[in-house]
């Protein structure tokens, strides 16, 4: 577990890591599994203290962003972020909707419908997995990637997400 090592450990470890990525440029998520063996967990963890370590930030970001009237599409991976973008539309009463693994491929496509068509629905909060390819989101008028972890960039096209209709997939 990375919260039991020392500073000079994780340094190490970090250092490591960032070597074994330098090597590994293009290849699949599974090659870069098997480089980094048993450090693979240790990385998993890194990404998801990294983005736990950005909520408030985050928080703080979207709450600035969204006193302005616009429609706003928020993606992050962890399940964990994800809760904390939610807390915080929840504490500013804004309408929603949520798309992460729970929710199955038909109530997907249920819920894009009402965030393309009730104006009241200010926000997306979308799992990079889970709403990153397929989706029609062309009501946004901005975008938020409140975490991107270097391996979504194997199964995820970035540049769709981003692209100014956003369109996913």
Not at 73 to 89: N, S, T
Request: aromatic content about 8%; glycine content about 6%.
């Amino acid at each position: 577990c990375l919260t039991n090592k020392s500073s000079g450990e994780m340094d190490n470890l970090v250092n490591d890591i960032m070597n074994t990525f330098w090597d590994t440029e293009n290849e699949t998520g599974n090659q870069l599994e098997e480089k980094l063996g048993e450090r693979h967990s240790d990385v998993l963890q890194c990404y998801k203290l990294t983005g736990l370590a950005k909520v408030s930030g985050i928080q703080n970001y979207i709450h600035d962003l969204l006193q302005n009237d616009l429609k706003l599409l928020i993606f992050a991976h962890h399940i964990d972020v994800l809760d904390g973008i939610e807390q915080e539309i929840r504490k500013m009463k804004l309408q929603y909707i949520r798309i992460d693994g729970t929710i199955s491929p038909n109530k997907r496509y249920e819920q894009v419908k009402l965030f393309q068509e009730n104006e009241d629905i200010k926000v997306a909060i979308l799992s990079l997995t889970a709403a990153g390819t397929g989706l029609n989101f062309t009501a946004a008028s901005n975008v938020v990637f409140a975490e991107v972890t270097s391996f979504c960039f194997f199964f995820i096209d970035i540049d769709a997400l981003d692209s100014g209709n956003h369109v996913t997939g």
